[in-house]
């Protein structure tokens, strides 16, 4: 007899819950990775290479100050084909 008293209670806290809403759609915007198509510039014979060891101090600062250059060049090459890909 005693839980015949709660059985109204239970009743009517089945009433007191809401109604669910209906699921919303959401738009998830997810980057996605693509190959990279761009060619890798090919390395190009440095100065340096074709200089004999016994070469004069002069001739290898000014082989030295070519192959730097060389190498900026490439350097900016290696950049721009990485930036292609990003």
């Known amino acids: 007899m005693r839980v015949a008293w ?3 209670f239970a009743l009517l806290s089945g009433c007191s819950t809401g109604v669910q809403p209906a ?3 959401v738009e998830v915007k997810v980057p996605v990775p693509v190959p990279c198509k761009a ?3 090919a ?3 440095f100065a340096v290479d ?3 060891l016994d070469a004069p101090i002069d001739q290898q600062m000014k082989v030295l100050r070519a192959e730097r250059l ?3 060049g490439y350097e900016r090459e290696l950049m721009a084909a990485l930036e292609a890909c990003r």
């Open 39 to 41: 060619v890798a510039p």
């Open 23 to 25: 699921p919303e759609l």
């Open 50 to 52: 074709s200089l004999a």
């Open 6 to 8: 709660l059985l109204p």
């Open 43 to 45: 390395v190009p014979a």
């Open 70 to 72: 060389q190498r900026i």
